[in-house]
């Protein structure tokens, strides 16, 4: 009976020691194939939309309420991107001005990386 015992003991240290391992190999986390976790950001499927809901109605065409462009297409946007991040993000001169609301700090995320990610239409 101590003959089975020894044998069992020395079966499952055998075990447990094969499948034990001193490689790193298996913990090397695997690279992500797409390292944006935002994804692509386009004019069409996420910046019209803010510009839709929150700048429109003062930069339509024909621009209202003093503003001096329109902000109705893809160019138009893009041309001023620059200068709409500035505004987005000002604290002495905002857009869009009060009684507005301002933009989240998702949309103006959202805008920055569409601008920094090469300004893509669709």
């Known amino acids: ?9 020395i079966l499952c240290i055998s075990a447990l020691y094969t499948c034990s391992s001193d490689s790193t190999d298996d913990l090397t986390p695997t690279p992500d194939p797409d390292p944006d976790p935002m994804g ?3 004019y069409e499927a996420d910046i019209k939309p803010i510009f839709t809901n ?3 109605q003062c930069h339509g065409d024909p621009p209202t309420q003093g503003a001096p462009k329109p902000y109705v297409t893809y160019n138009q946007v893009k041309a ?10 000002s604290t002495t001169n905002p857009m869009p001005p009060s ?8 949309q103006k995320t959202l805008i920055q990386q ?3 990610g090469g300004l893509l239409e669709n």
């Open 80 to 89: 001023d991107v620059n200068i709409i991040i500035s505004r987005i993000n």
């Open 1 to 9: 009976m101590n003959f089975i015992k020894s044998i069992f003991v």
């Open 114 to 116: 569409w601008r920094d």
């Open 40 to 42: 692509t950001v386009t």
């Open 54 to 56: 929150n700048c429109i």
């Open 99 to 106: 009684p507005n609301s301002p933009l989240s700090q998702a």
